[in-house]
């Protein structure tokens, strides 16, 4: 799954360790989910759309495994 | 709401800690514990009410222990690890059963793993019927 935090976070000027506070979250945890290594749960997804001010739909972009 | 475990058990260990301190206070004057027991009481209850102090007032440890809680990543990684030293564990016990089992002076050490291995198996079980219930 692809996704766009990584260009979000820039726009909005923000370091990986503080959006990694806002979220509640470790700086490792938006490494990986900037690298696409890791797939959020609902509810972390739910919370970058909520403070993005985006569906998740647009951040979180899937791709079928075929 | 998220629970903060850490928080509870240094608390339920300072606890510990000083009621066996308590215990060895009133052993100064009532003299009911063996020496032992008195060695045992003082330091554990030393050492465990100066480790849950040292780390219950250092705020770096705390927000550490209390992202490494929330953090749904590292939550997961953590239940990775267990689940797959927990599957190793039971292979190699699995392993040395049979082999401690084929030498007649060395066989009780084969049973004594094998129950270890069935309650095991039981608590798996009675675990996996209250996740199932659960979910």
């Known amino acids: ?66 | 709401m998220h629970k903060f475990y850490t928080k509870k058990y240094l608390n339920i260990s300072l606890i510990l800690g000083v009621t066996s301190i308590f215990i060895f206070s009133i052993d100064l004057y009532l003299n009911f514990l063996n020496d032992f027991l008195k060695g045992f009481s003082m330091s554990f209850g030393f050492s465990l009410t100066l480790i849950s102090l040292i780390l219950l007032n250092s705020p770096k440890y705390m927000k550490k222990m209390e992202m490494s809680e929330k953090d749904e990543r590292l939550v997961m990684i953590k239940d990775k690890q267990l689940s797959t030293a927990y599957s190793f564990h039971i292979f190699f016990s699995a392993v040395l059963t049979v082999i401690f089992g084929l030498n007649e002076e060395t066989y009780m050490i084969s049973v004594a793993i094998a129950s270890i291995l069935l309650v095991e198996g039981l608590f798996l079980f009675l675990i996996g019927l209250y996740y199932k219930n659960k979910y």
């Open chain 1, 1 to 66: 799954m692809k996704n766009e935090l990584e260009r979000l976070r820039k726009e909005r000027r923000l370091s990986q360790e503080e959006l990694a506070d806002i979220l509640e979250v470790s700086r490792q945890t938006i490494i990986s989910l900037e690298k696409g290594k890791y797939n959020p749960s609902i509810l972390l997804a739910f919370k970058i759309a909520k403070y993005f001010n985006q569906t998740i739909e647009a951040i979180f972009i899937y791709e079928s495994e075929q």
